[in-house]
């Protein structure tokens, strides 16, 4: 469910360093005896000047012009933070925090969104720390902790924090109807026996496949380990210890309080409140923090600067086994490798990303979206990158019905089981499924939306092709 490129290590950067300044100068000695002082002062400055222009250059102009045209065009709600060599020199908040008949409450710097599984990473540098304590150990098995889970005595902390324990998924509304009471309190004891009751997912270490069971009950060892609750412990170790102002745990069940924000679905030309928002505390490690992009590029600077973890430590996390590492992923591209971890609950989603080589980190929550994240973020590391990139406009633009002719006719998709049919009046296009007929508005060449309930079509090989986009969800479709 994460969509990561392959991690290549980390690009050296070509720029001259202090040392290579030094070896420049070293034979230039018996001319640094007869300069005087203030030109050889000048001279340093003006090196260590040079030095710092050539690191990356954030484009905030481009950057801005990204993010006002979703401001403007409303096809997002969030809150975007980069920071570079650990100082925040980017920031931007669009859209509301609340909605409702009466009422509208723009976002603001201080808004809070859940971040789901972001907290994973948390839960990973805690493992860590106890690690280092020798507390605990990558290969002590889960049946030290809990010897009734299925497959216990085979599956060791290192496998659930790689996402290779098989154990079943909490979370698996087929199997534990998540959906049914996603909102209502659950004790530990009922989660465990409800991860208990079901068939092992795959053998230990067979393989890689993200779970959230794998974070909760590593959640739960954290705190069988300390004797302490999975809150205290994530304000003691990592919330006081860098100083996270608007970080905390999700204790509030399905209500939001104080600077949070609620979640919204795009449906019938408006945003429409998420009526079921998750019972954060039933996912505790594997997801119940809230917190800002502020908050979150301060963490992960942290733990890349060795403040929560050890190298050590930090090393083994990154070490990518099947596209996994522990407590995050691989990020960006082959030219710009990174790490970091995604989220995503009910309306929210967010990411944090981390690149090495360039000390760039990039933090996004949303609690609203059609265009997707991923799609921002794409634009995001590209402008940051300074590579190409075409800001989208979001503007409709009329089409003749010879232009709209070559997109009519049925397409569809055996696999999800998805038909469509396209016809043209009135000088627009129409989409019609599962007695739904859509008017379509063309963003330009093989390009439109459906105002109504935000759905992004692209047709492709001369109209052969139909592919639809919902926030996420991509659906590929043949003309018949």
């Given at each position: 469910m994460q969509g990561y490129h392959n991690a290549r290590r980390a690009e050296r950067c070509a720029f001259f360093n202090l040392q290579e300044i030094i070896r420049?100068?070293?034979?230039?000695?018996?001319?640094?005896?007869?300069?005087?002082?203030p030109r050889l002062i000048f001279l340093c400055a003006f090196i260590i000047f040079a030095f710092q222009l050539t690191a990356q250059t954030i484009n905030q102009k481009r950057l801005d012009s990204l993010f006002d045209v979703l401001s403007k065009k409303n096809p997002a709600m969030g809150s975007v933070a980069i920071s570079q060599n650990g100082k925040i020199v980017y920031r931007k908040v669009i859209g509301n925090a609340m909605?409702?008949?009466?009422?509208?409450?723009?976002?603001?710097?201080?808004?809070?969104?859940?971040?789901?599984?972001?907290?994973?990473?948390?839960?990973?540098?805690?493992?860590?720390?106890?690690?280092?304590?020798?507390?605990?150990?990558?290969?002590?098995?889960?049946?030290?902790?809990?010897?009734?889970?299925p497959n216990a005595h085979r599956i060791t902390i290192e496998y659930m924090l790689r996402h290779r324990s098989g154990l079943p998924n909490f979370t698996n509304n087929s199997n534990t109807h998540f959906d049914d009471w996603k909102d209502t309190p659950k004790t530990h004891e009922e989660l465990m026996v409800?991860?208990?009751?079901?068939?092992?997912?795959?053998?230990?270490?067979?393989?890689?496949?993200?779970?959230?069971?794998?974070?909760?009950?590593?959640?739960?060892?954290?705190?069988?380990?300390?004797?302490k609750p999975y809150r205290e412990l994530l304000n003691e170790r990592i919330i006081k210890k860098i100083d996270l102002k608007n970080t905390h745990y999700g204790t509030n069940g399905s209500t939001y309080?104080?600077?949070?924000?609620?979640?919204?679905?795009?449906?019938?030309?408006?945003?429409?409140?998420?009526?079921?928002?998750?019972?954060?505390?039933?996912?505790?490690?594997a997801g119940a923090i809230i917190s800002t992009p502020p908050d979150m590029l301060k963490f992960i600077n942290a733990l890349f600067a060795y403040k929560l973890v050890s190298k050590q430590s930090l090393d083994q996390m990154k070490t990518i086994v099947d596209d996994y590492g522990m407590g995050m992923f691989p990020y960006g591209s082959e030219k710009h490798p990174g790490f970091g971890h995604n989220g995503k609950t009910e309306g929210f989603a967010s990411s944090i990303s981390y690149y090495p080589a360039d000390k760039l980190a990039i933090a996004y929550c949303t609690n609203g979206e059609v265009y997707s994240?991923?799609?921002?973020?794409?634009?995001?590391?590209?402008?940051?990158?300074?590579e190409p990139y075409s800001i989208p406009t979001f503007n409709t633009m009329k089409m003749t019905d010879q232009q709209l002719d070559q997109y009519t006719g049925t397409y569809n998709s055996s696999s999800d089981g998805i038909t469509v049919i396209c016809s043209k009046s009135d000088g627009s296009l129409w989409l019609e499924t599962r007695g739904q007929k859509l008017k379509l508005d063309a963003l330009g060449d093989n390009q439109f939306f459906d105002p109504r309930f935000g759905f992004f079509f692209d047709f492709s090989d001369n109209s052969k092709k139909l592919r639809i986009?919902?926030?996420?969800?991509?659906?590929?479709?043949?003309?018949?």
């Amino acid at each position: 469910m994460q969509g990561y490129h392959n991690a290549r290590r980390a690009e050296r950067c070509a720029f001259f360093n202090l040392q290579e300044i030094i070896r420049y100068l070293k034979p230039r000695q018996s001319i640094l005896k007869i300069m005087k002082l203030p030109r050889l002062i000048f001279l340093c400055a003006f090196i260590i000047f040079a030095f710092q222009l050539t690191a990356q250059t954030i484009n905030q102009k481009r950057l801005d012009s990204l993010f006002d045209v979703l401001s403007k065009k409303n096809p997002a709600m969030g809150s975007v933070a980069i920071s570079q060599n650990g100082k925040i020199v980017y920031r931007k908040v669009i859209g509301n925090a609340m909605m409702n008949e009466h009422d509208i409450i723009p976002a603001n710097e201080k808004t809070e969104y859940r971040i789901g599984s972001i907290t994973k990473m948390f839960t990973a540098a805690m493992v860590f720390q106890l690690i280092e304590e020798h507390k605990l150990s990558l290969s002590d098995t889960l049946a030290k902790f809990f010897p009734s889970l299925p497959n216990a005595h085979r599956i060791t902390i290192e496998y659930m924090l790689r996402h290779r324990s098989g154990l079943p998924n909490f979370t698996n509304n087929s199997n534990t109807h998540f959906d049914d009471w996603k909102d209502t309190p659950k004790t530990h004891e009922e989660l465990m026996v409800m991860i208990s009751a079901q068939k092992p997912d795959f053998e230990p270490n067979a393989k890689a496949d993200y779970n959230n069971s794998n974070y909760l009950i590593l959640g739960y060892i954290i705190e069988k380990v300390t004797k302490k609750p999975y809150r205290e412990l994530l304000n003691e170790r990592i919330i006081k210890k860098i100083d996270l102002k608007n970080t905390h745990y999700g204790t509030n069940g399905s209500t939001y309080v104080g600077n949070e924000c609620a979640s919204y679905k795009y449906f019938d030309y408006k945003w429409i409140k998420d009526k079921k928002p998750v019972y954060l505390d039933d996912f505790g490690g594997a997801g119940a923090i809230i917190s800002t992009p502020p908050d979150m590029l301060k963490f992960i600077n942290a733990l890349f600067a060795y403040k929560l973890v050890s190298k050590q430590s930090l090393d083994q996390m990154k070490t990518i086994v099947d596209d996994y590492g522990m407590g995050m992923f691989p990020y960006g591209s082959e030219k710009h490798p990174g790490f970091g971890h995604n989220g995503k609950t009910e309306g929210f989603a967010s990411s944090i990303s981390y690149y090495p080589a360039d000390k760039l980190a990039i933090a996004y929550c949303t609690n609203g979206e059609v265009y997707s994240k991923n799609y921002i973020l794409d634009a995001v590391r590209a402008i940051c990158f300074n590579e190409p990139y075409s800001i989208p406009t979001f503007n409709t633009m009329k089409m003749t019905d010879q232009q709209l002719d070559q997109y009519t006719g049925t397409y569809n998709s055996s696999s999800d089981g998805i038909t469509v049919i396209c016809s043209k009046s009135d000088g627009s296009l129409w989409l019609e499924t599962r007695g739904q007929k859509l008017k379509l508005d063309a963003l330009g060449d093989n390009q439109f939306f459906d105002p109504r309930f935000g759905f992004f079509f692209d047709f492709s090989d001369n109209s052969k092709k139909l592919r639809i986009v919902d926030v996420e969800d991509e659906y590929g479709l043949e003309k018949k």
